[in-house]
């Protein structure tokens, strides 16, 4: 059952990286790994690729910085000067998540690729798209439109406005949790926070719910009017209520209302500190009933289908809902206006300048009708790209495999079940297929009825196709199905291991620069796109993937002793990373909810260098290998070796840019903030100490014993 978000990491049972979803055609040809010996000069176009992207990794650090005092200042202390201006949704911005604006330029191509979805079968589903897009195209979208007919007759439908509504809104037809549940199926996470297990039979589950919208709130940082999650919050709703043309009094009592209201449910979270573990303890140490009103969650959401195991104590937090119960009907107004907002918050493009409003509808495309182009761009995805990646793929297993062998505190039987689990890994490269199940899907945008429809109806219908895609396999699963559909979208910035099956996917999307460029040199490929299949094979050998065997059975495969070692060795990440302090928000990483993701950033980190080494010894022993080619390993305009620039490529994924709302939202992410992730990683690195010649007692090679499990 799920319970808490660690607790939905165990049976998420992989680690995403990120997942946005975007197009890119790989026209260039591949050169590196498998590739080497045929190619002994590079064409111009090649060496002036090379000298551009050479010059804009440049422009992305902090020279002023030594890279053994804060090697990512040093790495990325200036990527937040030089990014590009784009749509910027509410969250952080990163090198990593930066593809997804090339991924759009190219993307909007695919919308008019008329031959090719013809030759797919696909051609009508393509041309929905298009008139989507045209229609958000010639849409207002900034500001949102709050008061459009449309967004008002289903708050209406669904529980009201009472701030719109004055004395017509009647509290005593009002339930709070019946317009939680419909907001689940327009994908609001509001006071019913539903997501999906990835395995049959594809149960929803629920985590306690994020209160805000722009800034997530806390006690602490909503104790004053000052602060930034309170003015945040304040001008959101404040541009959800004047449309309405409502008094500057009335909407500072709506607003106020809705402060109380978050008051008084944090408090309830406060008592177990926000922890869903700990409320079930509570749950369970007071014997409480199943909170009664779920029954009309699954009529509502799921049309009266139910879960047998999804229920009880166990399956969501029963003390938390009884006592929001009592807060909700205490305010029951602010209740109400919170919720309508919370379903204006997911229409609304949250645009801060109408120049993104073309980025902003072709995201939305996207999103709605990914699995048709998910369809067109797989049929681009070349076999060579594949082929180098799989070969890179393979490197990083070897060394893996290596590491399994050498590792000394493993008993023998301990060690046989892990080169067995190893030896059976299936690498996926692209996506996974099953053309029946992406049919079908793909068949669902008809149910969409857009004839004569204004923009924001057609939202609305987007909104509920999602949500009817995500919840698709606990419709219509079998028993021997176990593959998430994620899984079958090549279209996603996205790697990941996959427990049930003991897989490993590198998804076409992700194949993009600073993750990967057929023309880089070796160096920087196993830095960003070698650590990344590092990290995701390492997660099938951290404290989650170590509970799962080679046939992707839950069985202990541990001795006592072997075990008592290992989690000795995770432990010293949980120490590690608790003394990391956010200056910006005064509060520290949890190293306890982050452990399995910086152990894969270290186990990464480090396999990915060894897998280097070990290609470039290969690649020096063949003798048809000259030394022009091994040169090419360094990048022009940069002064660094090629095992500098591996750490550099890699630290360079994660250069962010954060506003403070954005640590708030990732406090209780399992992975690290960025910052954090690349300090962390190289610090427990002590080749990287060696690589940039860092002196004992330095900030980045400052521990006696650095973590490390394998």
């Given at each position: 059952?799920?319970?808490?978000?660690?607790?939905?990491?165990?049976?998420?049972?992989?680690?995403?990286?990120?997942?946005?979803?975007?197009?890119?055609?790989?026209e260039?040809?591949?050169?590196?790994?498998?590739?080497?010996?045929?190619?002994?000069?590079?064409?111009?176009?090649?060496?002036?690729?090379?000298?551009?992207?050479?010059e804009?990794?440049k422009?992305y650090?902090?020279?002023?910085?030594?890279?053994c005092?804060?090697?990512?200042?040093?790495?990325?202390?200036?990527?937040?000067?030089v990014?590009?201006?784009?749509?910027?949704?509410?969250?952080?911005?990163?090198?990593?998540?930066?593809?997804?604006?090339?991924?759009?330029?190219?993307?909007?191509?695919?919308?008019?690729s008329?031959?090719?979805?013809?030759?797919?079968?696909?051609?009508?589903?393509?041309?929905?798209?298009?008139?989507?897009?045209?229609?958000?195209?010639?849409?207002p979208?900034?500001?949102?439109?709050?008061?459009?007919?449309?967004?008002?007759?289903?708050?209406?439908?669904?529980?009201?406005?009472?701030?719109?509504e004055?004395?017509?809104w009647?509290?005593?037809?009002f339930?709070?949790?019946?317009?939680?549940?419909?907001?689940?199926?327009?994908?609001?996470?509001?006071?019913?926070?539903?997501?999906?297990l990835?395995?049959?039979?594809?149960?929803?589950?629920?985590?306690?719910?994020?209160?805000?919208?722009?800034?997530?709130?806390?006690?602490?940082?909503i104790?004053?009017?000052?602060?930034?999650?309170?003015?945040?919050?304040?001008?959101?709703?404040?541009?959800?209520?004047?449309?309405?043309?409502?008094?500057?009094?009335?909407?500072?009592?709506?607003?106020?209302?809705?402060?109380d209201?978050?008051?008084?449910a944090?408090?309830?979270?406060?008592?177990?500190?926000?922890?869903?573990?700990?409320?079930?303890?509570?749950?369970?140490?007071?014997?409480?009933?199943?909170?009664?009103?779920?029954?009309?969650?699954?009529?509502?959401?799921?049309?009266?289908?139910?879960?047998?195991?999804?229920?009880g104590?166990?399956?969501?937090?029963d003390?938390?809902?009884?006592?929001?119960?009592?807060?909700?009907?205490?305010?029951?107004?602010?209740?109400?206006?919170?919720?309508?907002?919370?379903?204006?918050?997911?229409?609304?493009?949250?645009?801060?300048?109408?120049?993104?409003h073309?980025?902003?509808?072709?995201?939305?495309?996207?999103?709605?009708?990914?699995?048709?182009?998910?369809?067109?761009?797989?049929?681009?995805?070349?076999?060579?790209?594949?082929?180098?990646?799989?070969?890179?793929?393979?490197?990083?297993?070897?060394?893996?495999k290596k590491?399994?062998?050498?590792?000394?505190?493993?008993d023998?039987?301990?060690?046989?079940e892990?080169?067995?689990?190893?030896?059976?890994?299936?690498?996926?490269?692209?996506?996974?297929?099953?053309?029946?199940?992406?049919?079908?899907?793909?068949?669902?945008?008809?149910?969409?009825?857009?004839?004569n429809?204004?923009?924001?109806?057609?939202?609305?219908?987007?909104?509920?196709?999602l949500?009817r895609?995500?919840?698709?396999?606990?419709?219509?699963?079998?028993?021997?199905?176990?593959?998430?559909?994620e899984?079958?979208?090549?279209?996603?910035?996205?790697?990941?291991?996959?427990?049930?099956?003991?897989?490993?996917?590198?998804?076409?999307?992700?194949?993009?620069?600073?993750?990967?460029?057929?023309?880089?040199?070796?160096?920087?490929?196993?830095?960003?796109?070698?650590?990344?299949?590092?990290?995701?094979?390492?997660?099938?050998?951290?404290?989650?993937?170590?509970?799962?065997?080679?046939?992707?059975?839950?069985?202990?495969?541990?001795?006592?002793?072997?075990?008592?070692?290992?989690?000795?060795?995770?432990?010293?990440?949980?120490?590690?990373?608790?003394?990391?302090?956010?200056?910006?928000?005064?509060?520290?990483?949890?190293?306890?909810?982050?452990?399995?993701?910086?152990?894969?950033?270290?186990?990464?980190?480090?396999?990915?260098?060894?897998?280097?080494?070990?290609?470039?010894?290969?690649?020096?022993?063949?003798?048809?290998?000259?030394?022009?080619?091994?040169?090419?390993?360094?990048?022009?305009?940069?002064?660094?070796?090629?095992?500098?620039?591996?750490?550099?490529?890699f630290?360079?994924?994660?250069?962010?840019?954060?506003?403070?709302?954005?640590?708030?939202?990732?406090?209780t992410?399992?992975?690290?903030?960025?910052?954090?992730?690349?300090?962390?990683a190289?610090?427990?690195?002590?080749?990287?100490?060696?690589?940039?010649?860092?002196?004992s007692?330095?900030?980045?090679?400052?521990?006696?014993?650095?973590?490390?499990i394998?």
């Amino acid at each position: 059952m799920i319970s808490n978000s660690s607790s939905h990491r165990v049976l998420m049972l992989w680690v995403f990286i990120y997942i946005l979803v975007g197009f890119y055609i790989l026209e260039c040809q591949a050169r590196g790994v498998g590739d080497l010996n045929s190619e002994n000069v590079i064409e111009d176009d090649t060496v002036e690729y090379l000298k551009s992207y050479g010059e804009k990794m440049k422009s992305y650090m902090n020279l002023s910085v030594a890279p053994c005092d804060d090697f990512y200042e040093y790495a990325c202390g200036n990527w937040k000067n030089v990014r590009p201006d784009r749509f910027q949704p509410n969250h952080k911005r990163n090198n990593l998540l930066d593809i997804v604006y090339t991924l759009i330029n190219e993307g909007e191509k695919l919308l008019t690729s008329t031959q090719l979805a013809q030759a797919l079968n696909v051609s009508t589903e393509l041309q929905i798209a298009q008139q989507f897009y045209n229609t958000c195209l010639s849409a207002p979208a900034f500001p949102l439109p709050a008061a459009d007919p449309a967004y008002v007759e289903l708050i209406k439908s669904i529980g009201g406005f009472p701030a719109v509504e004055g004395a017509a809104w009647n509290a005593s037809r009002f339930s709070w949790f019946n317009m939680s549940a419909h907001l689940t199926n327009f994908g609001v996470k509001g006071l019913i926070n539903e997501d999906n297990l990835p395995q049959y039979p594809f149960t929803p589950f629920f985590e306690l719910p994020e209160l805000g919208f722009d800034h997530i709130v806390q006690t602490d940082n909503i104790a004053n009017s000052t602060s930034r999650a309170y003015k945040l919050n304040e001008k959101r709703m404040k541009s959800y209520l004047q449309p309405y043309n409502l008094t500057e009094d009335k909407i500072s009592e709506v607003i106020a209302g809705v402060f109380d209201f978050w008051r008084d449910a944090l408090a309830v979270a406060d008592r177990f500190e926000g922890d869903n573990e700990k409320c079930i303890e509570i749950s369970e140490n007071e014997n409480l009933p199943k909170y009664h009103q779920w029954e009309s969650y699954y009529e509502i959401a799921w049309n009266g289908k139910n879960f047998s195991n999804v229920g009880g104590t166990d399956g969501y937090c029963d003390y938390y809902y009884e006592q929001l119960e009592k807060v909700c009907s205490k305010h029951p107004e602010a209740v109400a206006n919170y919720l309508a907002m919370l379903l204006l918050y997911r229409m609304d493009a949250k645009l801060k300048e109408e120049k993104y409003h073309k980025d902003y509808c072709y995201s939305v495309v996207q999103s709605g009708f990914s699995y048709v182009l998910n369809k067109l761009y797989m049929a681009h995805f070349k076999d060579r790209t594949r082929s180098e990646v799989a070969s890179i793929v393979q490197e990083l297993r070897n060394t893996q495999k290596k590491a399994l062998e050498k590792v000394e505190w493993l008993d023998p039987e301990t060690r046989q079940e892990a080169q067995l689990k190893e030896s059976t890994i299936e690498p996926v490269i692209g996506s996974y297929k099953n053309e029946e199940v992406s049919t079908r899907l793909i068949q669902e945008i008809h149910s969409l009825d857009l004839e004569n429809a204004s923009f924001p109806q057609r939202l609305i219908q987007q909104r509920k196709l999602l949500t009817r895609l995500r919840r698709f396999n606990g419709f219509h699963s079998e028993p021997n199905d176990t593959k998430p559909l994620e899984l079958l979208l090549g279209m996603q910035v996205n790697a990941f291991y996959y427990n049930l099956d003991n897989s490993i996917y590198v998804m076409a999307g992700i194949l993009h620069p600073p993750v990967y460029h057929p023309d880089w040199p070796n160096s920087l490929k196993f830095g960003t796109l070698g650590y990344l299949v590092g990290h995701e094979l390492t997660h099938g050998f951290d404290t989650v993937g170590s509970k799962y065997d080679s046939e992707g059975e839950k069985r202990n495969w541990w001795s006592k002793k072997s075990r008592g070692v290992f989690e000795e060795r995770a432990t010293c990440f949980v120490d590690h990373y608790d003394r990391y302090l956010i200056p910006e928000i005064n509060q520290k990483i949890n190293g306890k909810g982050t452990q399995d993701e910086n152990i894969a950033d270290s186990g990464g980190l480090q396999g990915a260098l060894d897998a280097y080494r070990n290609h470039m010894k290969q690649l020096k022993n063949r003798s048809e290998v000259d030394n022009e080619t091994l040169e090419s390993e360094q990048m022009p305009g940069l002064d660094l070796s090629p095992e500098q620039i591996f750490y550099l490529g890699f630290a360079q994924l994660w250069c962010a840019d954060y506003e403070q709302e954005h640590y708030w939202e990732e406090l209780t992410n399992e992975h690290t903030i960025d910052k954090y992730r690349v300090l962390g990683a190289v610090s427990n690195n002590y080749d990287f100490s060696q690589v940039y010649n860092c002196p004992s007692g330095s900030p980045m090679h400052s521990q006696a014993h650095s973590c490390r499990i394998w």
